[in-house]
C-alpha cells in the first residue's frame, strides 16, 4: 500500500486492436471523484494502461502550452497518446524522442466522441520510457497472455465478462486471431 492508503490501479496490458474497440465506460461510484473505467470487448476493466510499441510520429499540437501527440505502434494497430503541462515527465520524454523509437507508456484511457457520433480512444501518458526491442517483446509476449486469460474467462458469467458479451457482442476467434498475429509479427522479424 502506497502513502495515506492510496492505492494505484493496476496499469492492464493490451492491445492496440482492441483498445481501439473500446468504447463502454462506467464509473464505480456516484461522486465526481469516483473512478472511471473502460470495459474492452476482452471484458479487461481498465482505468489505467501499459502500452509498449513503436513511435513513429509525434507532434506538438498546443496553442498556449506544449500539448504533446504521440502515435505507437504495436504488431496490432496503433495507439495515440497525449502529454501536456499536467504529465510534465511524460511531455518531456515524448518532446525530446526522435521517431523510430520504442517506448513505454502507462496512463489514463480517454475517450472522445466526434460530431459524427463515431468514439475515439486514446492515453493520457503518466508515465513514458525510451526501452529496447526485448522490453517490446516480452510485453507483446505477456500482452498475449493477458489477453489469451480474459477470453477464456468470457466463458463464465462473472459480471464484466457478461457486460462485455452483450455489449460488444465479442467474436472471440476474432481475438485469438489477433493474438496470434501479434505473436507471428515476432516470429517473422
Same mark, same amino acid.
Given at each position: 500500500?502506497?502513502?495515506? /492508503? ?22 464505480? /461510484? ?86 459524427? /457520433? ?72
Amino acid at each position: 500500500m502506497a502513502d495515506g /492508503g492510496f492505492v494505484r490501479e493496476v496499469a492492464h496490458r493490451i492491445f492496440a486492436a482492441e483498445f481501439r474497440e473500446s468504447n463502454l465506460q462506467a464509473r464505480e /461510484g456516484q461522486d465526481q471523484y469516483s473512478p472511471q473505467y473502460l470495459l474492452t470487448p476482452t471484458g479487461a476493466k481498465v482505468n489505467r494502461v501499459f502500452i509498449v510499441g513503436t513511435l513513429t510520429e509525434k507532434e506538438d499540437v498546443g496553442t498556449d502550452a506544449e500539448f504533446w501527440r504521440g502515435r505507437i505502434v504495436d504488431p496490432t494497430g496503433a495507439f495515440f497518446v497525449t502529454a501536456g503541462q499536467y504529465q510534465p515527465e511524460a511531455a518531456q520524454v515524448l518532446a525530446r524522442t526522435t521517431p523510430p523509437e520504442f517506448v513505454a507508456v502507462i496512463g489514463k484511457p480517454n475517450t472522445y466522441t466526434t460530431k459524427e /457520433g463515431n468514439m475515439l480512444t486514446s492515453i493520457r501518458a503518466e508515465s513514458i520510457q525510451v526501452v529496447d526491442a526485448a522490453t517490446r517483446d516480452a510485453w507483446v509476449l505477456d500482452t498475449a497472455k493477458h489477453t489469451t486469460a480474459r477470453l477464456e474467462k468470457l466463458k463464465g458469467s462473472e459480471p464484466d465478462a457478461v457486460k462485455a458479451k452483450e455489449h460488444y457482442s465479442t467474436n472471440m476467434d476474432t481475438y485469438r486471431a489477433m493474438v496470434a498475429a501479434a505473436l507471428e509479427s515476432m516470429r517473422a522479424r
